[in-house]
């Protein structure tokens, strides 16, 4: 395998994801604290008194971790963000993502790493060279094509534009997850409806949703159907993996911050084998489709390619919430582990679990595990089905807490 120049970098909403990611071979991750990050409403955000033990976990496995303050900040939340910072700088997080100048400024101050959000809407070799003043890292806007983007990176070598460490500064895009209808997911429908700004991570996703259409001369209405036309299917760039990476990006990066293990897990693994794929110049058709096989599987609203092809409209949703082709159901919490003969026991708390059914155990210091019960020991005897309020026990290689979760996969 040839050494790869592209960070791989993987979004962690909790810690569980934040192993995921590990796992599956991110070389970097990053995370949000408390209310000053873009997910503040749809994912359990990470805690000031976290950052320890995050900087811990990720220097443990080499990995980078970043930290997103990339909402717009007000005046009362100055003492916060001097608090988070300062924290940052104490416990070694990597960089900050970041679009505010109040950020910005106080990063320089204290000498944090700092990566330009997307939400600065970064869409030219001007504002590159602009930022490069500030930052090592510009996350180019979405909307951007791959011939636009090849160009700015081409830009930054020929005018040789390098970021405050001294380095030619890097190039990061999108290449997997959600899409907002907004440029740059600079939207205010959810402030303007409902007083909740998507800019201050409260999008109550207006978009989303069914609507109709009335003619103000008749008052005729029409329901719009099939389609939510403010609502764009994910991006998915694995089958332009090998495209991406001729157009000088550096950092490919994951959106998820709100998605589960699972995602996080499958999602990452599957841009790492592509990277080593292109890497290794074996990158093809076949493992594309095996690739979006397992894409599918997770959390998804349908996918398409994004602006990057030149597409001057995007793709619509048929369906508000996730197409994926599986879905976990809870089952229940670990209860004990025998560490010598690596067994792990749980107790179901709702459900039914047979023998050949796909179970995926969940975890802060697992990350995601996910296997096939091929023998069904219920309450320490083999059988053929579990209940709720049944222990069930089987071979795991990793030490198991009442942190742990089960689940079972089923198709949909």
Avoid at 81 to 91: A, F, N, S, W
Avoid at 191 to 213: D, E, F, I, P
Avoid at 359 to 365: F, L, Q, R, S, T
Wanted: aromatic share 8%; hydrophobic share 40%; net charge neutral.
């Amino acid at each position: 395998m040839k050494e790869s120049n592209i960070e791989l970098l993987s979004p962690a909403g909790s810690f569980e994801a934040m192993q995921a990611a590990i796992n599956a071979g991110a070389d970097a991750i990053y995370f949000g604290v408390e209310q000053l990050n873009m997910r503040t409403r749809s994912a359990n955000s990470f805690s000031i008194s976290d950052l320890a033990e995050i900087s811990r976990v990720c220097k443990k496995n080499a990995v980078k971790a970043y930290i997103t303050l990339n909402t717009v900040m007000y005046e009362h939340d100055m003492n916060l963000l001097h608090t988070i910072l300062e924290e940052v700088k104490k416990q070694g997080i990597d960089a900050v993502i970041a679009a505010d100048f109040a950020v910005i400024e106080y990063c320089s101050q204290l000498k944090i790493p700092l990566h330009i959000s997307t939400q600065a809407n970064v869409s030219n070799i001007e504002a590159v060279q602009f930022f490069s003043r500030f930052a090592d890292v510009v996350v180019l806007a979405r909307e951007l094509t791959l011939k636009q983007v090849e160009h700015i990176s081409k830009e930054i070598k020929r005018r040789n534009i390098r970021g405050v460490s001294g380095e030619l500064i890097k190039i990061e895009l999108f290449v997997h997850g959600a899409l907002c209808m907004a440029v740059s997911g600079k939207c205010y429908l959810s402030l303007h409806t409902q007083n909740a700004s998507a800019n201050r991570g409260a999008c109550l996703q207006n978009c989303r949703r069914t609507y109709t259409v009335k003619d103000t001369e008749t008052n005729e209405e029409l329901l719009i159907d099939n389609e939510y036309i403010m609502s764009p299917k994910d991006l998915c760039t694995i089958d332009l993996v090998d495209q991406l990476i001729a157009s000088g990006v550096n950092v490919f990066k994951i959106e998820g911050r709100s998605k589960g293990a699972d995602y996080v897990h499958t999602v990452t693994e599957c841009y790492r084998e592509a990277i080593e794929a292109v890497q290794n110049n074996d990158y093809n058709s076949d493992k594309i489709k095996i690739w979006m096989d397992r894409l599918t599987k997770v959390y998804n609203r349908g996918f398409w390619e994004g602006y990057y092809l030149g597409r001057k409209l995007g793709e619509w949703t048929s369906n508000p919430g996730s197409i994926a082709e599986e879905r976990k159901i809870y089952l229940g919490k670990s209860t004990n582990y025998y560490p010598k003969i690596k067994v792990g026991e749980f107790l179901l708390d709702s459900g039914t679990l047979k023998e050949g059914d796909t179970i995926m155990v969940v975890g802060p210091a697992i990350g995601m595990a996910k296997e096939k019960m091929e023998t069904l020991i219920v309450n320490g005897k083999q059988a053929e089905m579990a209940n709720k309020g049944d222990k069930i026990t089987f071979p795991f290689p990793s030490k198991l807490t009442a942190q742990d979760k089960l689940y079972k996969i089923v198709k949909q």
